[in-house]
């Protein structure tokens, strides 16, 4: 429930209450520094739901929220193409603002967005959170220590059943955001640009493959990346239901939650639940907020394992690191190791997302994930789809724009 403003505490609205705003919800009323104060949802039914369960605003459009003063900062968690609008008018209003990834898709928009946030004098974090999970903080602590030597090969591979979850028609169409090109892929790029101190990707060669004529778009994706620090990073994709990494991880899932095997299922549900009814009003009877789903949801986001995202290894020169199930396991020199993590937070990533916002809001913190991380995180997905079109290693350090004042930040 909503709790008394306080300077020292950021109000946030939601912008969107499908699947991704909803995991927030939990997320927020269990951060000590957020107060959930609004929403906004165009879904009369979802609208109704939310205004059943909390005492905060809930508007229509995001026209009416951003005009509510006690707001300090937005939640974008709307389709990827409303992005660029919904930070240009959020930041128009003096709002700060989390959007999740991919942060737009085309870098002249991620350039307006940057360059209104800074015109607005308002934080912009691109909250893609497995870049934001313990275990990839971990990972980066003990690569920036140089206790393993230097950086040399990162690794990030994921098997999941992203495919057949049901969809909205513009997630299945390529030109429009869709596939796992924009969806899925930027959280291993920022898990790898996160562990490698913010580096740059300077090339990239790609494959990508379309492996299901009924849902026509980039399912799979086998990439090689070029770091600016001088490692190299490969990125291997799978959204076809068939394996799934996360046995290889104990059967946690990637919010942190555990979860029973179910290879293939996903595909066969889908195929009897389209008989029945339209896929994308399927879709948000089953994620949208207080839909079907809304307990295993509320589940995920209150999961206590850490979260990841397939499987990551991490090779330095005197040691490999590999993200495991209640922490790091450390193969060196001296043998294997194992670095227990502390208790993980619930959310799967996101409470450290709102942890960014409140350095930046209340403590004047320039955020690691800001503008620049998301712009240039976009520029990657977008040099993979150029590099596989064309079947050429695509270079990448002339597409970069600006860079944030500040350069690399001291955190990291
Ligand atoms: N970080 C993560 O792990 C994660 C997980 C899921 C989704 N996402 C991202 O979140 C975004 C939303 O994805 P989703 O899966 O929640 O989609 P979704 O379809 O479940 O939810 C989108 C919601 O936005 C609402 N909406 C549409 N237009 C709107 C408008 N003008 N104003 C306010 N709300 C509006 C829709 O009615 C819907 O409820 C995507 O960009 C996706 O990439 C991120």
């Not at 300077?7 to 909803?22: D, E, R, T, W």
């Not at 900062?73 to 919904?86: G, L, N, S």
């Not at 898709?105 to 607005?120: F, G, Q, S, V």
Request: proline share 5%; with cysteine.
């Amino acid at each position: 429930m909503n709790k008394t403003k306080n300077p020292k505490q950021v109000q946030i609205g939601i912008v969107g209450l499908g699947m991704a705003g909803s995991i927030m919800i939990p997320v927020i009323e269990a951060h000590p520094e957020v107060v959930l104060a609004g929403a906004a949802e165009p879904s009369e039914e979802f609208r109704h739901r939310f205004a059943k369960d909390f005492e905060c605003p809930v508007t229509e459009t995001l026209e009416e929220l951003v005009r509510l003063p006690e707001l300090d900062a937005v939640y974008i968690a709307t389709p990827h193409q409303m992005h660029c609008d919904h930070v240009l008018m959020a930041a128009r209003h003096g709002k700060h603002v989390i959007v999740e990834k991919p942060m737009a898709l085309k870098a002249e928009d991620c350039e307006e967005m940057i360059r209104a946030c800074e015109e607005a004098a308002v934080a912009i974090v691109v909250g893609h959170t497995h870049g934001f999970g313990a275990p990839v903080a971990a990972i980066r602590e003990m690569v920036a220590s140089g206790r393993f030597g230097a950086l040399r090969m990162l690794q990030s591979f994921n098997y999941t059943n992203f495919l057949y979850r049901p969809r909205r028609p513009e997630e299945l169409d390529s030109n429009l955001g869709g596939g796992i090109l924009f969806n899925q892929v930027p959280h291993q790029i920022e898990i790898i640009r996160t562990i490698a101190g913010g580096d740059k990707v300077t090339s990239v060669t790609a494959v990508t493959g379309k492996y299901d004529t009924d849902r026509n778009t980039e399912g799979a994706v086998m990439a090689m990346l070029d770091l600016s620090g001088g490692a190299s990073a490969t990125i291997v994709y799978s959204g076809y239901d068939h394996f799934d990494s996360d046995e290889f991880h104990g059967w946690i899932g990637e919010g942190g939650n555990t979860k029973e095997p179910a290879q293939g299922q996903t595909r066969a549900q889908l195929a009897q639940m389209r008989e029945q009814s339209d896929e994308a009003d399927m879709r948000n009877q089953l994620f949208g907020y207080g839909s079907k789903l809304w307990p295993q949801i509320q589940a995920m986001a209150r999961a206590t394992d850490h979260p990841h995202f397939g499987t990551l290894i991490v090779s330095c020169e005197g040691g490999d690191l590999r993200s495991a199930p209640g922490g790091i396991a450390i193969y060196s020199d001296s043998g294997p190791e194992f670095e227990e993590l502390p208790q993980a937070r619930a959310g799967g990533g996101r409470a450290e997302v709102l942890d960014e916002l409140c350095d930046a809001v209340l403590r004047g913190k320039q955020p690691f994930h800001d503008g620049y991380f998301g712009r240039d995180t976009l520029e990657v997905c977008l040099g993979i789809q150029r590099a596989a079109q064309s079947g050429k290693q695509i270079s990448l350090d002339a597409k970069f724009g600006a860079n944030r004042q500040t350069g690399r930040l001291a955190h990291v």
